[in-house]
């Protein structure tokens, strides 16, 4: 029932203007001075047998909030006029009076904005002014307890008309009404906001840090990143970890998605010490963007590749590895060897865009500490000397693999000349050879080519023995002196070429136990920089953005409604069926490896229709696959098939942690070991299988269309292999790119199944029931690595 009407105190209250699961909010007119008031109430619930003294801690704790409150003097904190308890008949209320803001909450101000998100710079403005706020109430070891858009009013700033000022209000206001209710271990807070801690009634400061988080994820998302009924919300603040916020919203970098899941750590000390230094850390990580760089190596570089250490801003160096046969503008990413996301937080990206020089050749001697030349474009959040140039003309990358060291070159031929130096880039952070006159003792690969080295010398100083001693002999046998002066021209021309011969020789070895020593290290720093995230941890195979056709190709079959294609920088797979009837439920397309235990992920987007996912251990010549479906609606499926076009249903569910609706990122995986599955969605573990049947086989990509016409995008591809198992190329032809896509049928859920390629000319020499078994023949695995 409404107080409008009623007087408390000296406050005639008006009108509800709001209410919630903690009080209502009055506005009202002081009948002592001219102005308007909002007026926060909070009822008592009635006892069926009333007792004084009950009420009298709640009193207590009351009137000591509000001398704490009195205390606070923050330009972002709505301070209160006056406070009181009235008694009736009917029961008993407690109130709070503040000025009053006419334009309502956050949450009101943000209805009244539209769909649209804010642009990050009015979200990081936002949360600094609410976190500033805060952070003057802990300093006065005052916690809120119940931080949410609704708890704090705006008003208007002419200077910033698209960014209103913020006051937080409500303060204490949780714990009073705990403290009144029947239900004296009722939750304080708002379920959706609340940390795991405060569930359990342990409110620490970091306790508002994690729903300032979660309230900075839903500013910039649109998205809660929990949801559902109490129960639920509470079951996964305590175990679930949050999807990551750049898969609602693709724009933001995985530095806002690394300090928003450190905001939101299960426990308070997994936070940040405070949260003001969540607020700066937001800031910062939503204005970072990767280093970037250019690095110009030559062209005998680009063709066998090595090793680099460049020198970046501030100092610091990092190891560098070319790969072989890269291309003008390939871009090298090396994880977490950027700039920080925020101070003293993780690294990012290191991308490195290579420029081939025409004019000349590094010398392999160069010794792999010095630095290279090295120009900063962009990137963190530094300010460059140099200017930033834009590389929107440099195409997209290759993928860089991780692939096994070249084979020795072969040694340099007796007209051999020797390479030019290497011309520094101008510009930028040039970065030149370090001299020094300090002696460094040789290494053991320097050592070796000492050594060898002077074997090459004494075989020369024995030679031109040999020369000197075949010379006086013939000098006194004139009649053979035209014959033993071509002997000596011809043993010199030899000693000359057994000279240079040994020499490069000799100079050869080194660069390859150089180079040998370059690819290990680097090697090692690739295995490293892509850590399997799943147990039990592999070793990277390969890594594939899928922007280009490298791993998986092109191709389509419009007899069953398929396409593989590359749209927009990504992998993306249409399966159309020409009418409802047809038989051919999804269409796949494959990779060209074969693996049995391993780790297969890859970034998925489901753009229109029902369903995407992975095939696995599928076998080139039958049917023989397992099938991995996550279906828009948040259902997930694991199959088997076998070669007579049979299925069995491993195991089937519904996650929570699959980001349901058309256009949202699921991140896919699933580990094989041995006779055992795990499937993923977004880092989550949702289910296992067990099933024996097949042992290893090929991987590919599915889009399902089991009611609706489906497009399903990919990016990212990583694999990892267990227990030293790597994926062996399959036997067959090499078709053109037109022809290397595969379909996979299933009326309701996946019965049968079968491959398909462009076999026009075939298919119309046979009957319709010989089809099937043409297509299960047919050798469709043809992508070129």
Same mark, same amino acid.
């Given at each position: 029932?409404?107080?409008?009407?009623?007087?408390?105190?000296?406050?005639?209250?008006?009108?509800?203007?709001?209410?919630?699961?903690?009080?209502?909010?009055?506005?009202?007119?002081?009948?002592?001075?001219?102005?308007?008031?909002?007026?926060?109430?909070?009822?008592?619930?009635?006892?069926?047998? %009333?007792?004084?003294?009950?009420?009298?801690?709640?009193?207590?704790?009351?009137?000591?909030?509000?001398?704490?409150?009195?205390?606070?003097?923050?330009?972002?904190?709505?301070?209160?006029?006056?406070?009181?308890?009235?008694?009736?008949?009917?029961?008993?209320?407690?109130?709070?009076?503040?000025?009053?803001?006419?334009?309502?909450?956050?949450?009101?101000?943000?209805?009244?904005?539209?769909?649209?998100?804010? =642009?990050?710079?009015?979200?990081?403005?936002?949360?600094?002014?609410?976190?500033?706020?805060?952070?003057?109430?802990?300093?006065?070891?005052?916690?809120?307890?119940?931080?949410?858009?609704?708890?704090?009013?705006?008003?208007?700033?002419? *200077?910033? %008309?698209?960014?209103?000022?913020?006051?937080?209000?409500?303060?204490?206001?949780?714990?009073?009404?705990?403290?009144?209710?029947?239900?004296?271990?009722?939750?304080?807070?708002?379920?959706?906001?609340?940390?795991?801690?405060?569930?359990?009634?342990?409110?620490? =400061?970091?306790?508002?840090?994690?729903?300032?988080?979660?309230?900075?994820?839903?500013?910039?998302?649109?998205?809660?990143?929990?949801?559902?009924?109490?129960?639920?919300?509470?079951?996964?603040?305590?175990?679930?970890?949050?999807?990551?916020?750049?898969?609602?919203?693709?724009?933001?970098?995985?530095?806002?998605?690394?300090?928003?899941?450190?905001?939101?750590?299960?426990?308070?000390?997994?936070?940040?010490?405070?949260?003001?230094?969540?607020?700066?850390?937001?800031?910062?990580?939503?204005?970072?963007? *990767?280093?970037?760089?250019?690095?110009?190596?030559?062209?005998?570089?680009?063709?066998?590749?090595?090793?680099?250490?460049?020198?970046?801003?501030?100092?610091?160096?990092?190891?560098?590895?070319?790969? =072989?046969?890269?291309?003008?503008?390939?871009?090298?990413?090396?994880?977490?060897?950027?700039?920080?996301?925020?101070?003293?937080?993780?690294?990012?990206?290191?991308?490195?865009?290579?420029?081939?020089?025409?004019?000349?050749?590094?010398?392999?001697?160069?010794?792999?500490?010095?630095?290279?030349?090295?120009?900063?474009?962009?990137?963190?959040?530094?300010?460059?000397?140099? %200017?930033?140039?834009?590389?929107?003309?440099?195409?997209?990358?290759?993928?860089?693999?991780?692939?096994? %060291?070249?084979?020795?070159?072969?040694?340099?031929?007796?007209?051999?000349?020797?390479?030019? =130096?290497?011309?520094?880039?101008?510009?930028?952070?040039?970065?030149?050879?370090?001299?020094?006159?300090?002696?460094?003792?040789?290494?053991?690969?320097?050592?070796?080519?000492?050594?060898?080295?002077?074997?090459?010398?004494?075989?020369?100083?024995?030679?031109?023995?040999?020369?000197?001693?075949?010379?006086?002999?013939?000098?006194?046998?004139?009649?053979?002196?035209?014959?033993?002066?071509?002997?000596?021209?011809?043993?010199?021309?030899?000693?000359?070429?057994?000279?240079?011969?040994?020499?490069?020789?000799?100079?050869?070895?080194?660069?390859?136990?150089?180079?040998?020593?370059?690819?290990?290290?680097?090697?090692?720093?690739?295995?490293?920089?892509?850590?399997?995230?799943?147990?039990?941890?592999?070793?990277?195979?390969?890594?594939?953005?899928?922007?280009?056709?490298?791993?998986?190709?092109?191709?389509?079959?419009?007899?069953?409604?398929?396409?593989?294609?590359?749209?927009?920088?990504?992998?993306?797979?249409?399966?159309?069926?020409?009418?409802?009837?047809?038989?051919?439920?999804?269409?796949?397309?494959?990779?060209?490896?074969?693996?049995?235990?391993?780790?297969?992920?890859?970034?998925?987007?489901?753009?229109?229709?029902?369903?995407?996912?992975?095939?696995?251990?599928?076998?080139?010549?039958?049917?023989?696959?397992?099938?991995?479906?996550?279906?828009?609606?948040?259902?997930?499926?694991?199959?088997?098939?076998?070669?007579?076009?049979?299925?069995?249903?491993?195991?089937?569910?519904?996650?929570?942690?699959?980001?349901?609706?058309?256009?949202?990122?699921?991140?896919?995986?699933?580990?094989?070991?041995?006779?055992?599955?795990?499937?993923?969605?977004?880092?989550?573990?949702?289910?296992?299988?067990?099933?024996?049947?097949?042992?290893?086989?090929?991987?590919?990509?599915?889009?399902?269309?089991?009611?609706?016409?489906?497009?399903?995008?990919?990016?990212?591809?990583?694999?990892?292999?267990?227990?030293?198992?790597?994926?062996?190329?399959?036997?067959?032809?090499?078709?053109?790119?037109?022809?290397?896509?595969?379909?996979?049928?299933?009326?309701?859920?996946?019965?049968?199944?079968?491959?398909?390629?462009?076999?026009?000319?075939?298919?119309?020499?046979?009957?319709?029931?010989?089809?099937?078994?043409?297509?299960?023949?047919?050798?469709?695995?043809?992508?070129?690595?």
């Amino acid at each position: 029932m409404t107080l409008a009407g009623q007087q408390l105190g000296h406050y005639r209250l008006v009108r509800l203007i709001g209410q919630g699961g903690m009080g209502e909010v009055y506005l009202a007119q002081d009948t002592r001075l001219p102005r308007q008031v909002a007026v926060k109430v909070i009822r008592y619930e009635h006892q069926p047998y %009333p007792d004084t003294n009950a009420l009298q801690p709640a009193e207590r704790l009351f009137q000591r909030e509000m001398k704490a409150l009195s205390l606070l003097d923050h330009p972002h904190i709505l301070n209160f006029h006056d406070f009181g308890e009235e008694q009736s008949a009917k029961g008993s209320l407690i109130y709070m009076v503040m000025p009053y803001r006419p334009e309502g909450s956050l949450t009101d101000w943000l209805l009244q904005r539209g769909s649209t998100l804010l =642009p990050w710079q009015d979200v990081s403005a936002l949360i600094t002014q609410a976190a500033s706020a805060l952070q003057h109430a802990h300093d006065h070891q005052i916690v809120h307890q119940d931080v949410k858009p609704s708890n704090f009013l705006v008003r208007t700033n002419p *200077d910033t %008309p698209t960014r209103p000022d913020l006051f937080l209000v409500d303060f204490g206001i949780a714990k009073v009404f705990s403290a009144t209710s029947m239900a004296s271990q009722s939750v304080r807070g708002t379920a959706t906001y609340m940390a795991p801690e405060q569930w359990s009634g342990e409110a620490v =400061p970091a306790t508002d840090q994690y729903a300032l988080a979660i309230m900075a994820y839903q500013l910039l998302t649109g998205q809660l990143p929990f949801q559902g009924r109490t129960q639920q919300i509470m079951f996964q603040h305590m175990t679930i970890q949050p999807p990551l916020p750049s898969q609602y919203n693709t724009r933001l970098s995985p530095a806002v998605d690394a300090v928003l899941l450190r905001a939101l750590g299960k426990k308070a000390e997994e936070r940040f010490p405070n949260i003001k230094l969540f607020a700066l850390a937001l800031q910062q990580a939503l204005s970072y963007t *990767d280093l970037q760089a250019t690095l110009e190596i030559t062209s005998l570089e680009a063709q066998q590749g090595g090793q680099r250490v460049v020198t970046l801003p501030g100092q610091r160096q990092v190891a560098v590895m070319i790969p =072989p046969n890269v291309q003008q503008g390939q871009r090298l990413q090396l994880k977490e060897q950027g700039m920080p996301y925020y101070e003293h937080g993780p690294r990012g990206a290191l991308l490195l865009t290579l420029s081939i020089a025409q004019g000349g050749a590094r010398p392999f001697t160069v010794p792999p500490e010095q630095s290279d030349a090295l120009t900063v474009l962009s990137g963190g959040r530094m300010t460059n000397p140099s %200017p930033v140039t834009s590389d929107a003309h440099i195409p997209p990358a290759p993928p860089i693999f991780l692939v096994p %060291p070249p084979p020795p070159r072969p040694l340099p031929s007796m007209g051999a000349t020797p390479a030019t =130096p290497f011309p520094l880039a101008s510009g930028g952070y040039a970065l030149t050879p370090q001299t020094s006159a300090v002696y460094n003792r040789p290494k053991p690969s320097q050592w070796r080519t000492v050594l060898i080295v002077t074997i090459a010398l004494l075989v020369i100083v024995s030679s031109l023995a040999i020369g000197g001693v075949i010379y006086n002999t013939v000098a006194t046998n004139n009649t053979d002196a035209v014959a033993t002066a071509q002997a000596i021209a011809n043993s010199d021309a030899t000693t000359t070429a057994l000279n240079a011969n040994a020499t490069t020789t000799a100079q050869a070895i080194a660069d390859d136990n150089a180079t040998a020593t370059a690819q290990a290290q680097a090697t090692a720093t690739f295995i490293a920089a892509n850590a399997d995230p799943y147990q039990p941890a592999g070793t990277v195979a390969w890594v594939d953005p899928l922007s280009q056709p490298h791993k998986w190709q092109e191709g389509a079959n419009a007899d069953f409604g398929g396409k593989c294609q590359f749209v927009n920088g990504a992998f993306q797979i249409t399966q159309t069926p020409p009418n409802k009837d047809f038989l051919y439920k999804y269409f796949q397309c494959d990779e060209f490896n074969s693996y049995s235990n391993f780790a297969f992920e890859v970034k998925m987007t489901i753009n229109q229709g029902d369903c995407g996912g992975l095939t696995l251990r599928s076998n080139t010549n039958t049917s023989n696959l397992y099938l991995y479906e996550v279906c828009q609606d948040g259902s997930y499926y694991f199959y088997k098939y076998t070669a007579n076009s049979s299925s069995m249903s491993l195991t089937r569910g519904n996650a929570v942690a699959i980001s349901k609706g058309l256009g949202q990122l699921n991140v896919v995986a699933v580990v094989a070991n041995g006779s055992n599955y795990d499937l993923y969605v977004n880092g989550q573990k949702v289910d296992t299988a067990n099933d024996s049947t097949y042992g290893q086989g090929i991987l590919g990509l599915v889009a399902s269309a089991y009611t609706n016409p489906t497009a399903v995008t990919y990016q990212d591809a990583r694999v990892w292999t267990i227990k030293g198992w790597y994926g062996r190329s399959l036997p067959g032809p090499r078709h053109p790119a037109t022809t290397s896509s595969c379909c996979q049928s299933n009326p309701l859920r996946p019965s049968t199944i079968s491959r398909c390629q462009d076999l026009t000319a075939s298919r119309a020499a046979l009957p319709a029931r010989d089809e099937g078994a043409l297509l299960a023949r047919s050798s469709s695995y043809s992508q070129l690595l």
